[in-house]
């Protein structure tokens, strides 16, 4: 082996030629010979039991053209850019939509492409849902008979989430209560998976579990709960966050004696999200100490003076971060936590945004304001989310809080309603550009819809004819060919022009320009055809 990789020339294999006959055919005919000798000297092994057969899945299959697509996208999915053209779609991109759009009609995949699908999957964990969704049972059946598929064995069949209205139902996930079909010893699968199972599996279960059922998914966590690892506990707890109910309270409030100090302060994080809890009431009484309405009509603010035990069991932090005052921290942290309906009931009545608007003493109001916004974001509270936003026209600072650093628009977007949220960034993209609304665009609904496309389209017009060059915007370009509606294609076309460039134009911006809004323009043309492709026949 040494004389192969290295050559004859320096390292002399251990063979004799014949006469006649070079070094190197001695040790190629040598190789042959002993390969021939091991063959023929292996054992017969037993044979295995043939596997049980896969099991059905009565989802409607693929359209042809569907098929031929998703063969194309699994195929090119790891060739992306290389030897194409900069204008030519990127198709790794595309396939998660591919795979959510199937999902919603309830496709199944082809048996033939499982393979390569699970081979996506295993290559991209943000694939795993949706392609493990499509895949069905026999993606399952096919994993276990594959060590490098055994991730799909951790996460049931994708996702537990009901599909949108009007969609054919996939196959649902095998039941994860834990009373559902007893096993040999008495257990269910539920069971013995939670007892037995790798963390990641327990994990993605108890998200199904609480999903399915949540006093049931509830019940299966505080069985184990006392016997859980520090770092278990804190993931576990944070899994019950999306599915959050009132009867949850008891539980969460003995996790505020956890010896863990972060699960104290996650189980602290989610009472506070319920706005009727003791917790949440304890937190109120705080707060209102510390803040009240003057008669002139100002908030007045008394931060804390102390940390106590009875705050510090309820979640608050005693020792601030760095360059952080110890009392603003503490206040901080009780108004986060206090029911924003407390504040209208304190200040006579007074609606979001105009509590919002009021101003504040002593240098107050960055603090406050801030605590504000994390609380809106927790509470999912769209009135004070709105308040708390502002106009969008306006600049990002607000009255003696310059600059308003404590506000992140884009989690206060979140709690809004899709189009108001779609509405208020295209009027921040009008107003500011570009620079500063890739966050924005990110919480955005999928495809935007036309006041905010049309926004972005524009600034990105503005931005060429200013004579930059695209790369500075390809971040807010790739959201554009992934979340563009699609048909928008033609009326983009007129972009993909080459312009005439200015005196002050960057050399050569108007090519790469052209370039970029070919790729959007056949993108969009391509997201097009995969959605009539996949689109079931009328009738």
């Known amino acids: 082996m040494a004389a192969a990789l290295l050559g004859t020339g320096r390292r002399t294999p251990p063979v004799t030629p014949l006469p006649g006959q070079d070094t190197a055919a001695a040790l190629l005919d040598a190789a042959a010979l002993s390969t021939v000798r091991r063959r023929a000297g292996l054992r017969p092994a037993a044979a295995r039991p043939v596997p049980t057969p896969a099991p059905p899945d009565p989802r409607p299959a693929l359209p042809s053209a569907a098929r031929a697509r998703l063969a194309m996208l699994l195929a090119d999915r790891s060739a992306a850019g290389r030897g194409s053209p900069r204008s030519a779609p990127d198709l790794a991109e595309l396939l998660p939509q591919w795979l959510t759009l199937a999902n919603h009609h309830g496709y199944r995949a082809p048996d033939a492409l499982l393979p390569a699908l699970l081979d996506a999957a295993r290559a991209r964990t943000d694939l795993r849902p949706e392609a493990l969704t499509l895949g069905g049972p026999r993606a399952l059946w096919l994993a276990r008979l594959n060590a490098e598929w055994k991730f799909a064995l951790r996460g049931g069949v994708g996702r537990a989430t009901m599909p949108p209205e009007g969609a054919v139902p996939a196959v649902p996930p095998a039941d994860p209560s834990p009373a559902a079909g007893p096993d040999t010893d008495g257990r269910s699968d539920g069971r013995r998976l939670w007892e037995e199972g790798l963390f990641a599996e327990r994990v993605s279960l108890l998200s199904a579990a609480r999903h399915h059922d949540p006093a049931a998914g509830l019940a299966l966590l505080s069985g184990t709960w006392a016997t859980e690892r520090a770092e278990d506990r804190l993931m576990f707890l944070d899994s019950l966050r999306d599915d959050l109910c009132p009867s949850d309270e008891p539980f969460l409030e003995q996790a505020l004696s956890d010896r863990s100090r972060n699960v104290r302060a996650t189980a602290a994080e989610l009472l506070s999200a319920l706005p009727a809890s003791a917790l949440a009431a304890r937190m109120a009484e705080r707060a209102r100490g510390c803040v009240s309405l003057t008669a002139t009509g100002r908030i007045a603010v008394e931060a804390p003076a102390a940390c106590d035990s009875g705050m510090q069991r309820d979640g608050?932090?005693?020792?601030?971060?760095?360059?952080?005052?110890?009392?603003?921290?503490?206040?901080?942290?009780?108004?986060?936590?206090?029911?924003?309906?407390?504040?209208?009931?304190?200040?006579?009545?007074?609606?979001?945004?105009?509590?919002?608007?009021?101003?504040?003493?002593?240098?107050?109001?960055?603090?406050?304001?801030?605590?504000?916004?994390?609380?809106?974001?927790?509470?999912?509270?769209?009135?004070?989310?709105?308040?708390?936003?502002?106009?969008?026209?306006?600049?990002?600072?607000?009255?003696?809080?310059?600059?308003?650093?404590?506000?992140?628009?884009?989690?206060?977007?979140?709690?809004?309603?899709?189009?108001?949220?779609?509405?208020?960034?295209?009027?921040?993209?009008?107003?500011?550009?570009?620079?500063?609304?890739?966050?924005?665009?990110?919480?955005?609904?999928?495809?935007?819809?036309?006041?905010?496309?049309?926004?972005?389209?524009?600034?990105?017009?503005?931005?060429?004819?200013?004579?930059?060059?695209?790369?500075?915007?390809?971040?807010?370009?790739?959201?554009?060919?992934?979340?563009?509606?699609?048909?928008?294609?033609?009326?983009?076309?007129?972009?993909?022009?080459?312009?005439?460039?200015?005196?002050?134009?960057?050399?050569?911006?108007?090519?790469?320009?052209?370039?970029?809004?070919?790729?959007?323009?056949?993108?969009?043309?391509?997201r097009e055809a995969i959605r009539a492709e996949l689109t079931p026949p009328m009738g």
């Open 316 to 526: 608050i932090v005693p020792k601030p971060p760095s360059g952080r005052g110890e009392r603003s921290w503490w206040l901080g942290q009780l108004v986060e936590a206090t029911p924003l309906d407390r504040w209208t009931e304190w200040f006579g009545g007074l609606g979001a945004a105009e509590i919002v608007a009021l101003p504040v003493v002593d240098s107050w109001q960055a603090d406050l304001h801030a605590a504000w916004c994390r609380a809106a974001v927790r509470q999912r509270s769209a009135e004070w989310s709105r308040a708390l936003l502002g106009a969008p026209a306006l600049p990002p600072s607000s009255g003696d809080a310059a600059p308003a650093v404590w506000r992140d628009p884009a989690k206060l977007l979140s709690a809004l309603p899709p189009g108001e949220r779609a509405g208020w960034v295209a009027e921040f993209i009008a107003s500011h550009g570009l620079s500063d609304a890739f966050r924005l665009l990110g919480v955005c609904a999928v495809p935007w819809a036309e006041p905010l496309g049309r926004a972005v389209v524009d600034a990105l017009d503005i931005a060429r004819d200013a004579g930059s060059y695209p790369w500075s915007f390809s971040g807010v370009m790739g959201l554009a060919e992934r979340c563009l509606d699609p048909g928008q294609a033609d009326r983009l076309e007129v972009l993909t022009a080459i312009p005439d460039e200015g005196e002050d134009a960057a050399p050569g911006a108007g090519g790469y320009w052209s370039e970029a809004f070919q790729r959007l323009v056949g993108t969009l043309r391509l």
